[in-house]
C-alpha cells in the first residue's frame, strides 16, 4: 500500500536544557532520543547537539529527515512516485 503524507507522523518535540545532548542516531538506543551506545558496531554514530539556551528540539519520528534524529519537514513531503508506475 502506498503511504501518504497525511499517515506520516510528524515531528516531536523534545525539551532540552543548554549544554550538549548525545542523541541517538540509529534508533537502537534504550534510552529513547538518548544515546547509549547500542550503535557501537552498526556503522552509525550518535549525534552531538550543542545548545547555549533551553530549547524544544523537534525530534523526527517518521525516518525520513536528512538530519535525524532532528526533523527537517521531510514528513510532509509527498513520497516518491514509484520506480514501477509509467510517467505521463
Ligand atoms: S518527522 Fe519531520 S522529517 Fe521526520
Do not use: I, K
Not at 557501537?40 to 525530534?59: C, D, F, H, I, K
Amino acid at each position: 500500500m502506498a503511504e501518504s503524507a497525511a499517515s506520516t507522523p510528524g515531528p516531536e518535540p523534545l525539551d532540552l536544557p543548554a549544554g550538549v545532548h548525545q542523541l541517538c542516531g540509529c534508533g537502537r538506543s534504550q534510552h529513547g532520543w538518548f544515546c547509549d551506545g547500542a550503535h557501537l558496531g552498526s556503522g552509525r554514530v550518535s549525534y552531538e547537539l550543542r545548545l547555549n539556551q533551553a530549547a524544544t528540539v523537534p525530534m523526527c519520528r517518521c525516518g525520513r529527515s536528512r538530519r535525524y534524529p532532528l526533523c527537517d519537514g521531510s514528513h510532509g513531503a509527498e513520497p516518491g512516485r514509484p520506480w514501477w508506475r509509467r510517467w505521463g
